[in-house]
């Protein structure tokens, strides 16, 4: 008590006293409710500021905690008060201090801000980002960090092994330094759909590699906004998945160099059942009608088969445009 807002008061002026006479009427309800949950068995805790004047500390931590007997049931209620005003404007002062922090160490910066204020909290926190730094540093996708500007703050390791720029020359150049290579149209979607619209872009990108090979990457880039909605940062992943199209286009081309093999000696094979079964090369017994029938017909459903699969080389390969139209069924 001497320490705090009572100081200097007796223990008959304490009893008297009422706690609500010093704090700010917006807390009012909250301990009321506090003491309902208290009377009811659980314990609760939050700050309170009290009203200029009216104790030593402007800011407190609270406690209610039942008393409970060996019955089990409530006869007190425990009220713990701590002062925090000056842990509350250390608080406030880091803050200040991480706002003029260049834009380069605000990621990290911004994490950091909050586990500061108790070192029980900056620990566990501490251990719980240094997981997530190994993971994003050691992750297989290629991650960057940009400012609203495109600015890259951060590049993992894998960013620097697939585009083949170091840190140094990633770090504070944008991502045109590696790309460059779509159309003017794509980029320009690109950036209304994640600077303007504010929303995720995902896509296929053409990149550069710092020697001058050409490769694609299977993009993601996600907009960062504050509480406000504003635009704050940047991440981008990519997965370079140039193999994979390498794959899918060998894949297509022999799909389609099958296919064309396999449909010249199908047609033959039906044009000749055709002239057995009309009858032009001889007469056929009907045993032999009846074979010769069901050869037509595998033939037929084979050269269909073969069609729908150069179709689907065609497809993917965008020789075929898809066009869909209504039509009156």
Known sequence: VKEHFLEGKTKEEIKK????????????????DAMKMALGGKKSSFEIRHIPGTSRGEWCMSSFEPVI????????????????????????EMEMHTKKINDSQKALVNLLGDIKMEKEKFELLAIELSKFQLAVENASEHIIITDPDAKI???NKTAERITGYSRGELIGNRPSLFGKQMSKEFYEKMWRIIKEEKREFFGEITNKRKGGELYVVDAKIYPILDKNSRL????????????????????????????????????????????????????????????IGDLYASSKRMIDLVNSLLNIARIESAEIKIKSETVDL
Do not use: M
């Not at 006293?17 to 009321?32: A, L, P, S």
């Not at 296919?259 to 001889?282: F, N, V, Y």
């Open 17 to 32: 006293w009422n706690y609500f006479d010093c704090i700010e009427e917006e807390y009012h309800e909250k301990i009321k």
């Open 153 to 155: 703050l951060y590049a």
């Open 232 to 291: 704050k940062f940047f991440v981008g992943i990519e997965r370079d998945i140039s193999e994979q199209k390498k794959l899918e286009d060998a894949r297509t081309n022999f799909i389609s160099v099958a296919s064309h093999q396999l449909r010249t000696p199908l047609t033959s094979i039906k044009w000749i059942a055709e002239l057995l079964l009309a009858g032009d090369i001889g007469a056929l017994q009907e045993k032999q009608k009846e074979y």
């Open 69 to 92: 007997d060996e019955k089990g049931e409530v006869r007190q209620v425990l009220f713990i008060s701590r002062d925090i005003t000056e842990s509350k404007k250390n608080r406030d």
